[in-house]
């Protein structure tokens, strides 16, 4: 979220990721549709089996034969790269979905007693209960609206709070974001000469500040958007266009939200390379000032870095680990997205270099973090720099009313990538996920059920 400060006054806005509530409700089934989403069912049950063979010739050959002579119909089959065992023999792993409507059946036992001389291992995946997460990204419709604040609902101590103009005009681009269906292009804003001033008022203070402070990914696809997308002080960029941009580059994209999310439902977005992005611009009294994540923070600080792979797979790699994750370890993942996506730091030729949004969209935090003088930021504290660790950050607490007390360092983005890779791997998770770029779906590797996590989605069904 964006920290947008004046030099003399430490003003806090809130996270953009909210704790969440782990309320319960029943199981159900969901399908994922090309239109909106509906309820449905799968008519024929599948199974999921884990088969580990033998580098030889013909070996898949010879367990796929037993599949038809017990006519069992294959749905889905995956193999895994090939791995030596302890004793430096190459094995293969296949993962095969076939339909049959019971582990059980006499069909099924006689397949596991045939495959037991031709395999290593072969085992029946079992169903696995989880919370509920997206399978397609027809189902980010589900959750988009879900928000924990939205629209034109400001507390007491926001700027525009007496405003019914600004109200108004929050509640009209609420609705926007709240109309949106994810097959749709994003509808396109008239930005108010007020909004563009405000906007500019941003651009003014922050561009040379990011010139000097930003890493210099950021830079170049800050220049490049610039050619592209229509960033400039004159205009507030549409999120269509930045999403056509961005989709060519690294198949990140954009997706409009009226409000904050929760962690979960958030994350759940960067599994499918989306980020939820709000579509209003703060108030136009204090223009560097804002309580809560504005197209100055996203567009400014977050959307330049989605164009960089290394970034957009970091940013990926916690949204797929969250999927179907334990309360416990959402938080760990969010926490690790707040030090990093928001205000991580990394390394530039002995120079502390700014990649996380908080940062880039903050002229006090900004120079505060990175600037080897003093003051800096207004203050003439320093903060501590920690060597990048997720599983250091995922347990680091933090303010959210001053500026940051502690900034973790990558040694590069390619640094930060294959650390969360290395932590989310650790992670307990009750089943192994990817996502399939050319289906917008998220592949699992057995079959689970998927416990629906807020009451109103009662009247979806869930499932794989």
Known sequence: ML??????????????????????????????????????TDPVPKISMLLELRDKPGALHEVLRYFWKYDLNITRLESRPKTLNALGEARFDFFVDFESPSKNSTQVSS?????????????ILDEKDVNWFPRHLSELDLIANRTLDAGADLESDHPGFNDQVYRDRRGELATVAQEYVWNESIPRIDYTKDEVATWAAVWDRMEGLLEKHACSEYKSSF??????????????????????????????????????????????????RTFFSTQYIRHHSMPLYTPEPDICHELLGHAPMFADQDFADFSQEIGLASLGASDEDVQKLAWCYWHSVEFGLCKEDGEYKAYGAGLLSSFGELEYACADHRPAGGTEERP?????????????????????????????LNDAKSKMRSFCEGLKKPFLSRHNPNTDSIWVDRPVRRAVGVPEMKDFAASA
């Open 3 to 40: 920290r947008a400060l004046s030099s003399r006054t430490v003003q806090r806005a809130r996270p953009f990721l909210r704790p969440f509530s782990s309320t319960v409700s029943q199981p159900g089934y969901v399908g994922a549709t090309q239109g909106a989403p509906r309820m449905t």
């Open 111 to 123: 397949l596991l007693a045939s495959l037991e001389s031709m395999t290593t291992k072969a085992m």
């Open 223 to 272: 220049e490049a958007m610039k050619k592209h997308c229509g960033y400039s002080r004159e205009n507030i960029p549409q999120q269509q266009d930045i999403t056509d941009y961005l989709r060519d580059k690294t198949g990140f994209r954009m997706r409009p939200v009226a409000g904050l999310l929760s962690s979960r439902d958030f994350l759940a977005g960067l599994a499918f």
């Open 384 to 412: 501590e720099l920690k060597p990048w660790d997720p599983a250091v950050a995922g347990v680091q607490e933090f303010p959210i009313t001053t500026y940051q007390p502690i900034y973790f360092v990558a040694e590069s």
